[in-house]
């Protein structure tokens, strides 16, 4: 996946079937419905694939145990489908997890087999593991990391884990492999309309060099998640944003802190919220908050009641009590709510099932929604451009479709830092195995090899030290220290290889190193 091939598609298409505006999880997925369907389609990203909320989620690929308490059954129903259709089609993504509930009271464990048999039944013939009550005895020797006062008989329940970034660029290769094109660091920046005042276009900057270009379209979706007002500005004037956003932190610890292969969940914290601590590359990954904020912005910040309420929760229930000097890395997500009508609503209140919306220029909206929901949003999305004449009538073609990289799922997949590569894993190890210096790792502690940093900026438009380091390999989000150590290298490396000069190679290693801070708890 090359930039400057994708630029020059931009610059000689004529007019484009569909244009995608975001290059996150909804973006994405609607660009490859599009061009799965025989649209000629591209997407422009503003900064990078998945820079915002979607590479920031809690991991799971979920129909949401709390909103099945809530009676979203339809909701739930939904996206436990979606979930067992990403299961199917990208399987080197997507990982079974087992989650516990560790059944304080004496009516936790059956209270929640029976709810969580119903989210079972839910997921039918596309189910990826049955719901079953443990004795004290199993829930503690599999809850070892957990007080045992917190601890009675448990509920085990199964979920998807996934990660998230890796999907995001999965499914950019996937739209690319299927004829379309995708451009990050390109923003819109107008609604272009003709003399009836219908959108016919958009007008777009190269973030890179500056170049502006005038992009002709039948239909142009809004699909920029919890940034979508701005582009809402540019069609029409709300009197109220559409979007309401909240954000959600994760703290990242050492997987000592719960042992084993299980997650643990805790259904109701003294916010009334879910919690969970699930283990992810190497890491134990626990959260979330859900705070209202005012405006959002691409590095949001994790507010100082946030990160005790985790601290406080997880010191509650592990044996061993995480400070912030164990904070490997602190990581904070934007949910792109659809504003309630209701105004009293609390956040955790607010389902997050999408809508689409057509405007009276001819804009499609897709709002709210979630990662495991991201291809039914998109096919709704696609549907509406076609229900509201944008578009001629063709099926949607994505609920079978195998993701870039896929491989048979009766193949056993081992869990390796390349196995969310999928297929092209094989080229990056050929890629080590004939160059000593590619072979070697970024940061002793961790897995990561600059086979893979060449590989980021051969095949995945990766343009920064940061594209690199926060997603294309997750060592930002698993260990801030650790990313800033290994900076300097990466950021020579791929100065030789994008021909940085020494100014560009020390701007982004600065800028990078600044970025680090932010994640970190303590110095």
Not at 29 to 44: E, I, K, N, P, Q
Not at 140 to 145: I, P
Not at 286 to 313: A, H, M, W
Request: aromatic residues 8%.
């Amino acid at each position: 996946m090359q930039r400057k091939k994708a630029i020059e598609q931009l610059k000689a298409h004529g007019e484009w079937d569909v244009v995608v505006i975001g290059g996150g999880a909804t973006g994405l997925g609607t660009a490859l419905d599009a061009v799965t369907r025989g649209y000629s389609t591209l997407l422009l990203e503003g900064h990078d694939f998945a820079k915002g909320t979607s590479s920031r989620s809690t991991k799971l690929v979920h129909g949401g145990v709390r909103y099945l308490a809530q009676g979203y059954v339809d909701l739930v129903r939904e996206a436990l489908r979606e979930r067992g259709r990403l299961a199917r089609n990208a399987p080197h993504l997507f990982k079974t997890q087992a989650f516990i509930i560790p059944g304080e009271k004496w009516w936790t464990a059956p209270y929640y087999t029976f709810g969580l048999w119903m989210y079972d039944r839910l997921s039918g013939k596309l189910s990826i593991g049955h719901t079953r009550h443990l004795s004290q005895a199993e829930a503690r020797k599999r809850l070892s990391g957990v007080r045992d006062d917190k601890v009675g008989a448990g509920v085990c329940y199964y979920d998807g884990q996934f990660d998230d970034a890796r999907l995001a660029l999965c499914l950019a290769l996937s739209i690319v492999d299927h004829g379309g094109t995708v451009l990050n660091y390109c923003s819109v920046t107008g609604i272009d309309k003709n003399a009836a005042g219908k959108i016919d276009g958009v007008s777009c900057r190269d973030e890179l060099t500056g170049e502006t270009y005038q992009v002709k379209a039948k239909c142009v979706v809004n699909a920029t998640g919890v940034f979508a007002n701005p582009i809402l500005g540019m069609d029409e004037v709300h009197e109220k944003p559409p979007i309401l956003p909240s954000q959600g932190i994760h703290l990242v610890l050492d997987r000592d802190f719960l042992p084993g292969d299980d997650a643990l969940m805790v259904p109701k914290t003294s916010d009334g919220r879910v919690l969970f601590a699930v283990p992810w590359h190497g890491k134990l990954v626990v959260g979330t908050t859900d705070t209202l904020i005012k405006e959002p912005s691409y590095e949001p910040k994790p507010l100082e009641q946030e990160i005790e309420f985790i601290l406080n929760t997880a010191r509650d229930y592990l044996k061993r009590v995480p400070t912030r000097a164990d904070v490997r890395s602190v990581f904070v997500g934007l949910r792109p709510l659809a504003a309630p009508k209701d105004e009293g609503k609390s956040t955790k209140e607010v389902s997050r099932s999408h809508k689409v919306e057509v405007s009276k220029s001819g804009m499609v909206n897709i709002f709210g929604g979630k990662w495991t929901t991201y291809r039914q949003m998109a096919e709704d999305g696609v549907d509406a451009a076609i229900g509201a004449g944008l578009l001629p009538q063709k099926a949607c073609a994505t609920r079978e479709l195998k993701l870039h990289g896929y491989i048979d799922a009766n193949r056993h997949l081992d869990d390796t830092p390349l196995t969310l590569y999928g297929s092209d894993a094989a080229a990056i190890e050929k890629l080590a195995a004939g160059n000593p210096e590619l072979a070697k790792k970024v940061h002793p502690d961790h897995p990561y090899t600059f086979a893979q940093v060449q590989w980021a900026i051969d095949e995945e438009l990766a343009l920064s030290l940061e594209d690199v380091l926060a997603r294309r390999i997750r060592l930002l989000f698993l260990d801030a220290k650790a990313a800033e150590a290994a900076a300097p290298a990466v950021a020579a490396f791929m100065a030789t290889r994008l021909g940085w000069s020494e100014e560009r190679q020390k701007a982004e290693l600065d800028n990078f190193v600044k970025l680090t801070k932010q994640y970190r708890l303590v110095a």
